[in-house]
């Protein structure tokens, strides 16, 4: 595109929702051209999504914020619903565009928008930028010697620590640059299609991270940040956590090595969205018992801390990293339920879901992805109640009246289930 005064760059916020410390922006501030910052609600992700998700709630109330700061420097947030390529065209039409900015995103589907956009860009001579934001470490940046990815989170974990200790925290980044001058109106919700959810995303809190390590186990204290939702959809960013995080809390930032960990898996192996990451088990025959899914889905297995958190998940779209675990190695193990199935339900309610970190924890629990221990490992449901939620806070928050002995039939024996799901699995391995 010919060069001229009038000629603007734009900025294309997805899951890095905020003016401070954003690579791309800043990268599209110092260009020296005015910035005119967009957001696409694409419809090929919202048609598979219910109007009053709360998650689509977050992002839009987000945005607005956004708005509303812009419209204090005299722009706007350009926004709008519909297809990718029928929005991109309607604004390159608009605006002289030369140059457009991003943040990277590393899911198949993602990586296939971002081509498809790049080749429109493409063809009418306007550049298209990416840079790596959401991470500190992306794709290969963490290798072995022999330049392959880690496939074991020990490993990659000191070498993780060693490189942020040799390279430092990232500097956070401010605002430099101007962005164009855009008289926006926002548009209300209800013109979007939205309609208001029944969950609220929390404010993430970082105030008691002196106790995480002791009490992340025990589901009733809620020792949890709250941080998943807001590192998903980049309310906060990565660099300005490590800034506040203390180099000695380090079972909280390994917290945050896992995401990144689960990420650069995702990016170096995208198969395992759909398939196992360990291929030598997909001999395995899932029993794929539809009622005693729902039942799962319900809540109503008979075992209280399973149903616990399945229905604070259903109630709240939380739920206890320690109950993920339990719940995900429940359907796996127990029930002999395809992992697929559970981290599709996960998907559906969790506000923080994460296809990367869901994908990796589920396989984690099926032991079918990135583990030394796979298979064998099958949590006993009564003893991890007894262990983290012996007074029963916890269950009789999420299940109301609750007496000891529970009111609901096991839907199988423990012991049994055991036996079985290690004869399928065993059955299950190709060598």
Not at 36 to 45: K, R
Not at 51 to 66: A, G, H, T, V
Not at 145 to 172: H, I
Not at 332 to 343: M, Q, S, V
Request: hydrophobic fraction near 35%; include cysteine; glycine fraction near 6%.
């Amino acid at each position: 595109m010919k060069n001229s005064e009038t000629d603007i760059a734009v900025f294309w916020f997805r899951r890095d929702l905020r003016l401070e410390d954003n690579t791309g922006l800043n990268a599209a501030l110092r260009s020296r051209l005015p910035v005119l910052p967009v957001f696409i609600f694409d419809d090929a992700i919202l048609n598979t999504l219910s109007p009053d998700d709360s998650r689509l709630n977050f992002i839009y109330r987000q945005l607005k914020k956004i708005h509303g700061h812009l419209k204090g420097q005299g722009s706007g947030l350009y926004c709008r619903r519909g297809t990718l390529m029928q929005i991109w065209d309607a604004l390159l039409r608009e605006f002289p565009v030369r140059a457009v900015y991003t943040n990277k995103d590393y899911e198949a589907a993602a990586i296939r928008r971002d081509d498809s956009i790049r080749v429109l860009l493409e063809k009418r001579g306007i550049g298209f930028y990416s840079f790596k934001d959401q991470v500190i470490f992306e794709e290969t940046e963490i290798a072995k010697s022999n330049g392959m990815p880690y496939t074991v989170f020990t490993p990659y974990m000191r070498k993780w620590r060693d490189t942020l200790k040799a390279q430092g925290v990232p500097e956070c980044m401010k605002e430099e640059g101007r962005f164009y001058q855009y008289a926006a109106d926002f548009p209300e919700a209800s013109i979007l299609g939205f309609r208001p959810g029944h969950n609220a995303v929390k404010p993430y809190d970082l105030d008691h991270i002196d106790r995480y390590a002791a009490e992340r186990d025990y589901p009733a204290k809620d020792a949890g940040s709250y941080l998943g939702p807001h590192l998903r959809f980049g309310t906060v960013s990565v660099r300005q956590l490590l800034s506040r995080i203390s180099p000695k809390r380090e079972v909280f930032l390994s917290e945050l090595i896992w995401r990144e960990f689960f990420m650069q898996i995702l990016a170096n192996y995208p198969r395992v969205e759909q398939e196992n990451f360990r291929e030598k088990y997909k001999g395995i025959e899932w029993r794929n018992n539809k009622k005693e899914f729902e039942r799962w889905c319900r809540g109503e297995t008979g075992y209280p801390l399973v149903d616990a958190g399945m229905r604070e998940l259903n109630e709240s779209g939380y739920m206890h990293n320690r109950v993920r675990m339990l719940t995900a190695s429940f359907l796996c193990k127990h029930l002999l339920i395809d992992w697929r199935w559970g981290e599709r339900y996960f998907a559906g309610k969790l506000l923080d879901y994460e296809l990367s970190s869901n994908n990796g924890n589920w396989q984690w629990a099926a032991g079918t992805g990135c583990d030394a221990a796979p298979y064998f490992r099958i949590f006993n449901p009564e003893t991890q109640q007894r262990k983290f939620d012996k007074d029963l806070t916890y269950i009789r928050k999420w299940i109301p009246g609750f007496k000891a002995g529970h009111d609901i039939p096991p839907i199988v024996e423990h012991a049994f289930a055991r036996e079985r799901a290690l004869k399928v699995y065993r059955q299950g391995i190709i060598n």
